[in-house]
C-alpha cells in the first residue's frame, strides 16, 4: 500500500451466489423463522424498494439482511442492472464521529477505506449517475445520523461538496407499524441530522412489531457485528464458523434461491406493482424487467 493509505479492512461475509465456495457450511438446520415469513419479507422488502426510489439502494447493518439476501436472488441477472449494496458496520459504540477520529484516527481511516471500496466514498456519491438511498431498522434514528456526519467528514477529507452530497442521498427507515395521528411520535422530527440537511429525502416502511423485533433483535445474523472495535482489526477479514453464523448462512441461502425462482419473482412483481409508486415510471420499468426476466431456478 502506498504510504498514509490504509489498508483495507472488509468485513467477511460470504458470496451465497457461489455453492463451491460454500461446501459443507450448507449441511445442517436453518436459522430459525416461521411460515409467513417469506410473505412478510416480501411485502417490507417491496416497500423498501418502492419508497427508496431510483438509484443504488444501501442496507446499513446487519438488520435487514435477509431482505438483502432475498433481493439479491431476485435482481440477479436482470437487466438492467439494479444496484444494491449492503454496508456491514455498527455504530453502537459511537456518539460523535468527530470525536472518535480524534481519539481513533485509525479506526476511521480503516472505515472509511472500506466505505470507498464500496463505492460509496463521498466523491463517488457526487459522480454517480443516480442517488444512493440508505436503508435500515430505526428506533431512533441514530445510525443515520451518525453516517450523515461520517460522510461530511469524508467530504472534508476527500475535498469534495457537502451539497452536492446531500442532494444525492436518501434513507427509508423501517419502523414499527403505529396509529397514524397529529400526535404521532415520527422518529425523522426529532433527529438534529434531518433539520440540518436543507431538502431531506426521507421515507419510511411501516412493519408489525413482531417482525421489526426479530430482524432487528432476535435473528441470527450471518456475521459478526462490525462495530467500532473492528473496523482497524485485520482479523474482520475473516469468517466466524460459529453455529449461530452457519445457521444464517443457510437461511440467508435459501432466501437468495427463492429469489431466483420465477414464481418468486411474480410475486415479488406483483407486489410492487400494487403499490401507489407504481405512477413513476422507474418502478414501472422494474416490474417489466422482473417479469421478463422470469426466473433462474
Same mark, same amino acid.
Given at each position: 500500500?502506498?504510504?498514509?493509505?490504509?489498508?483495507?479492512?472488509?468485513?467477511?461475509?460470504?458470496?451465497?451466489?457461489?455453492?463451491?465456495?460454500?461446501?459443507?457450511?450448507?449441511?445442517?438446520?436453518?436459522?430459525?423463522?416461521?411460515?409467513?415469513?417469506?410473505?412478510?419479507?416480501?411485502?417490507?422488502?417491496?416497500?423498501?424498494?418502492? %419508497?427508496?426510489?431510483?438509484?443504488?439502494?444501501?442496507?446499513?447493518?446487519?438488520?435487514?439482511?435477509?431482505?438483502?439476501?432475498?433481493?439479491?436472488?431476485?435482481?440477479?441477472?436482470?437487466?438492467?442492472? !439494479?444496484?444494491?449494496?449492503?454496508?456491514?458496520?455498527?455504530?453502537?459504540?459511537?456518539?460523535?464521529?468527530?470525536?472518535?477520529?480524534?481519539?481513533?484516527?485509525?479506526?476511521?481511516?480503516?472505515?472509511? +477505506?472500506?466505505?470507498?471500496?464500496?463505492?460509496?466514498?463521498?466523491?463517488?456519491?457526487?459522480?454517480?449517475?443516480?442517488?444512493?438511498?440508505?436503508?435500515?431498522?430505526?428506533?431512533?434514528?441514530?445510525?443515520?445520523?451518525?453516517?450523515?456526519?461520517?460522510?461530511?467528514?469524508?467530504?472534508?477529507?476527500?475535498?469534495?461538496?457537502?451539497?452536492?452530497?446531500?442532494?444525492?442521498?436518501?434513507?427509508?427507515?423501517?419502523?414499527?407499524?403505529?396509529?397514524?395521528?397529529?400526535?404521532?411520535?415520527?422518529?425523522?422530527?426529532?433527529?438534529?441530522?434531518?433539520?440540518?440537511?436543507?431538502?431531506?429525502?426521507?421515507?419510511?416502511?411501516?412493519?408489525?412489531?413482531?417482525?421489526?423485533? !426479530?430482524?432487528?433483535?432476535?435473528?441470527?445474523?450471518?456475521?459478526?457485528?462490525?462495530?467500532?472495535?473492528?473496523?482497524?482489526?485485520?482479523?474482520?477479514?475473516?469468517?466466524?464458523?460459529?453455529?449461530?453464523?452457519?445457521? +444464517?448462512?443457510?437461511?440467508?441461502?435459501?432466501?437468495?434461491?427463492?429469489?431466483?425462482?420465477?414464481?418468486?419473482?411474480?410475486? !415479488?412483481?406483483?407486489?410492487?406493482?400494487?403499490?401507489?409508486?407504481?405512477?413513476?415510471?422507474?418502478? %414501472?420499468?422494474?416490474?417489466?424487467?422482473?417479469?421478463?426476466?422470469?426466473?433462474?431456478?
Amino acid at each position: 500500500m502506498p504510504h498514509g493509505t490504509p489498508d483495507i479492512v472488509r468485513p467477511f461475509r460470504w458470496n451465497i451466489a457461489r455453492r463451491n465456495e460454500l461446501g459443507s457450511l450448507l449441511e445442517g438446520p436453518r436459522a430459525e423463522s416461521w411460515p409467513g415469513f417469506i410473505v412478510e419479507l416480501r411485502r417490507m422488502t417491496a416497500l423498501a424498494v418502492a %419508497r427508496s426510489g431510483p438509484g443504488t439502494i444501501v442496507f446499513v447493518g446487519r438488520s435487514l439482511e435477509s431482505s438483502f439476501d432475498y433481493l439479491s436472488g431476485i435482481v440477479e441477472g436482470v437487466e438492467p442492472r !439494479f444496484p444494491l449494496k449492503l454496508l456491514q458496520v455498527s455504530f453502537s459504540a459511537v456518539r460523535d464521529i468527530e470525536a472518535t477520529a480524534a481519539q481513533s484516527p485509525d479506526k476511521i481511516a480503516a472505515l472509511t +477505506a472500506y466505505l470507498r471500496s464500496e463505492g460509496l466514498s463521498a466523491t463517488e456519491l457526487t459522480i454517480a449517475d443516480e442517488p444512493t438511498t440508505f436503508v435500515d431498522i430505526v428506533a431512533t434514528g441514530g445510525t443515520f445520523g451518525t453516517l450523515v456526519s461520517l460522510l461530511r467528514l469524508m467530504c472534508r477529507t476527500e475535498g469534495a461538496d457537502w451539497n452536492v452530497v446531500e442532494r444525492r442521498i436518501g434513507f427509508t427507515g423501517v419502523v414499527i407499524a403505529g396509529k397514524t395521528s397529529p400526535n404521532t411520535w415520527r422518529w425523522w422530527q426529532h433527529e438534529p441530522w434531518v433539520a440540518e440537511l436543507k431538502k431531506p429525502r426521507i421515507s419510511n416502511v411501516s412493519i408489525p412489531g413482531y417482525l421489526w423485533g !426479530f430482524l432487528g433483535n432476535n435473528a441470527e445474523k450471518v456475521t459478526r457485528s462490525h462495530n467500532l472495535w473492528r473496523w482497524a482489526d485485520p482479523a474482520s477479514r475473516s469468517p466466524d464458523h460459529g453455529d449461530e453464523h452457519t445457521r +444464517a448462512l443457510r437461511l440467508a441461502v435459501s432466501l437468495y434461491d427463492q429469489g431466483l425462482a420465477r414464481e418468486e419473482r411474480s410475486r !415479488f412483481a406483483d407486489e410492487l406493482a400494487r403499490l401507489p409508486e407504481m405512477r413513476h415510471a422507474w418502478l %414501472r420499468r422494474l416490474v417489466t424487467a422482473l417479469r421478463r426476466a422470469g426466473g433462474r431456478r
